[in-house]
């Protein structure tokens, strides 16, 4: 990789312009972008289900020849109705990015995801391969069954004894819910939707399980000592509601999870930390190892989260190489035009 800069200041997105784009069923995009105007457009989707636009995922991008487009999903962050369910599947945000594609002019562009955004960039990319010139890829996100099953294995481990008393069975409805999806429980009515969105109890139990999940080796690394405490704090309802809809819908990709183009588009590079306990580090390397030409960064030790020091320092090196990769393709490209 190029030798690394000096970290480039952070980016606040609260303090970016932000636009509105309308989409279907009454539904409205927030969407920014910066960077260099007359850069190559990149597109950065963000995690979830049910995440926003953060500064990480922006820092990466600038002092960099790209013209960078974030956005925040439908039912997300800034977009409305946060929480908005309506129309809120795997097939429709594929339609809203492609809308915002065509609102901004674009023939192609370049495609960013993490972890559920990776789910996304993947699945975008099979569906509308001819717009995509590139992949940048942290920490893939599949969305199998096994793959939720590995995340959530230590569940009840984690929430010991005083936890599982305190959740009852919503507890185990939920984790039969995140690797099986709704089918599972509203079947035989033993679970709702409503029923596990209203339980600000088992939100706070699960926002401090993902939390536990994103340090290095997750809940099963014992020196982290992260266990369930009674009282944690409890995630925003939308952004709750948005990710258990999405989960119960199997993510939109079923039990084997998203299916990937036969052939890539563009340059791609795959980040993962090889300490990952959220999404399986198998998954990048599966895409590796059926896109021969894509660079595959494992990071040690690197966790899930973006913040940990290891995997902040890899993913900004691997931005500039890609963007490298990138700038050489679209001159390929436009030779072959003439």
């Known amino acids: 990789m190029p030798p690394m800069p000096a970290d480039p200041p952070a980016l606040d997105p609260d303090a970016l312009s932000w636009q509105t784009l309308p989409l279907s069923d009454g539904a409205t995009m927030a969407w920014c972008q910066g960077g260099d105007p007359a850069g190559l457009p990149v597109v950065v989707l963000h995690g979830g289900p049910g995440g926003r636009t953060r500064a990480p995922t922006l820092r990466w991008w600038q002092d960099l020849p790209v013209r ?26 594929l339609q809203d990015l492609e809308r915002l594609r065509e609102h901004l002019g674009l023939a ?9 955004g990776a789910l996304l960039a993947v699945a975008y990319a099979a569906h509308c391969p001819q717009r995509v010139t590139g992949l940048f890829l942290r920490s893939r996100f599949t969305g199998s069954e096994a793959e939720c099953r590995r995340y959530m294995a230590p569940w009840a481990e984690w929430l010991g004894p005083d936890g599982r008393a305190a959740l009852g069975a ?58 369930w405490r009674p009282g944690g704090a409890v995630p925003a309802v939308a952004d709750w509601r948005v990710f258990l809809y999405l989960a119960g819908q199997r993510f939109g990709v079923g039990a084997a999870g998203v299916a990937a183009p036969a052939v890539p588009p563009g340059p791609v590079w795959l980040v993962h930390g090889e300490a990952d306990a959220v999404c399986d580090p198998a998954g990048s390397a599966a895409l590796a190892t059926a896109w021969p030409a894509a660079r595959h960064v494992v990071v040690p030790g690197g966790a899930h989260a973006m913040s940990h020091p290891p995997m902040a320092a890899a993913l900004q090196g691997a931005a500039r190489a890609w963007a490298a990769a990138l700038q050489q393709e679209a001159q390929v490209f436009q030779r072959s035009l003439r």
């Open 108 to 116: 192609r562009w370049a495609v960013v995801g993490g972890s559920w």
């Open 68 to 93: 960078w487009i974030a956005y925040d999903q439908r039912g997300c962050g800034r977009s409305t109705p946060r929480g908005g369910l309506q129309g809120n599947d795997l097939g429709t945000l």
């Open 170 to 227: 919503q507890g185990e409805r939920l984790l039969q819910w995140v690797c099986q999806g709704a089918t599972a429980l509203c079947d035989d009515g033993s679970a709702t939707f409503e029923q596990l969105a209203q339980d600000e109890a088992l939100a706070a139990a699960w926002a401090g399980f993902d939390d536990a999940q994103s340090a290095p080796g997750g809940v099963g690394d014992a020196a982290a000592q992260r266990r």
